[in-house]
């Protein structure tokens, strides 16, 4: 039987409704919710996100703000403004859109930003509260993969997940999430690919959740019958847009099973409105 596809649109239009709800809330306590953007330089890529980044705030009453800046800019000249937007109240989250100048730490800037205002949860201080299991600004996009398991209904209890790709922002939160929902986390990476042992992993999986950015990595064959799958991956494949795993096998194995695009995307964006407002609320608290 055909897996069940888990509607990233769908789950996302449901987020984006309560955090209407709690706009709403907030407006008559006087409360103002803003985002703020940082752009550096022209990338054409990073052009697209802040469209969608705009569309996506206005249409549920997020104010957004685009600060653009020369690729000459100091980095000294970047920590202070952030520092600006620290310390104005108007300001609730901040994004530092990547790729930043290569003369630029971008580490250190996104460092600079306040805790409270870090709404991509990307901070040292909010990736602690993830591996204490009380994300407060979760990292967005680990948080995602998340809601979107959760919409399954399944019992994760005991259950043996693996991830694929060990990046900051997606591969490592995301196993220390599972983690805290006692889910038995394997986290494969390139040296798992080079040793040719990834299928190996990728078959025991009842969850497997892909981040790794190379298209149809993982083989529909190798994915374990039943399974939970849900693919990160956004590679561009002859003008389309297509995940790290073989969509159309595993769909014939796995029980659930997110699209690529319309799955982990949308529900990201829509958890970052929903730091937005989180963000807006420690303000005021
Ligand atoms: P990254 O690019 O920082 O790292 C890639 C990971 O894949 C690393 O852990 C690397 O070791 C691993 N890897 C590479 N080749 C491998 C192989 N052959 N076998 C096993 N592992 C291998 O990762 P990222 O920033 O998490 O991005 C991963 C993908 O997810 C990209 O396609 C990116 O565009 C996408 N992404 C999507 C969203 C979204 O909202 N949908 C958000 C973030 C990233």
């Known amino acids: 039987m055909s897996a069940q596809i888990i509607d990233g649109k769908t789950i996302a239009g449901k987020i984006r409704e309560e955090i209407k709800e709690e706009i709403e809330i907030l407006k008559k306590k006087g409360t103002v919710s803003s985002l703020s953007a940082i752009q550096v330089g022209e990338d054409p890529g990073s052009a697209v996100y802040i469209r969608s980044q705009r569309k996506s705030c206005e249409a549920v009453g997020i ?3 685009l600060h653009q800046f020369d690729s000459s800019v100091s980095q000294t000249e970047m920590t202070e403004f952030i520092g600006k937007l620290n310390g104005d109240r108007g300001v609730s989250g901040i994004i530092l859109q990547m ?41 967005c996009t680990a948080m995602a993969v998340m809601k979107l398991i959760k919409s399954t209904g399944v019992n994760l209890y005991g259950r043996e997940a693996v991830m694929v790709g060990h990046s900051d922002i997606v591969g490592k939160p995301v196993a220390l999430l599972l983690l805290d929902k006692f889910v038995t986390t394997s986290v494969c990476h390139i040296a798992t690919g080079e040793r040719g042992t990834l299928p190996d992993y990728v078959k025991r999986a009842e969850i497997l959740i892909a ?75």
């Open 63 to 65: 104010g957004y703000k």
């Open 99 to 139: 790729p930043l100048p290569q003369a630029l730490d971008a580490r250190s800037l996104q460092a600079a930003i306040h805790r409270e205002k870090d709404v991509e949860g990307v901070s040292a201080a909010n990736m602690g509260m993830v591996v204490f299991g009380r994300p407060i600004l979760g990292p």
């Open 211 to 285: 981040a790794v950015g190379k298209a149809h990595l993982i083989k529909g064959e190798w994915i374990r019958k039943g399974a939970i799958v849900i693919d990160v991956g956004i590679n561009r494949v002859e003008g389309k847009i297509v995940g790290d795993i073989e969509f159309e096998a595993a769909k014939e194995r796995a029980s659930y099973i997110t699209p690529v695009p319309g799955g982990v995307g949308p529900v990201t964006t829509a958890i970052l409105l929903k730091n937005t407002i989180e963000a807006a609320k420690l303000r005021v608290s």
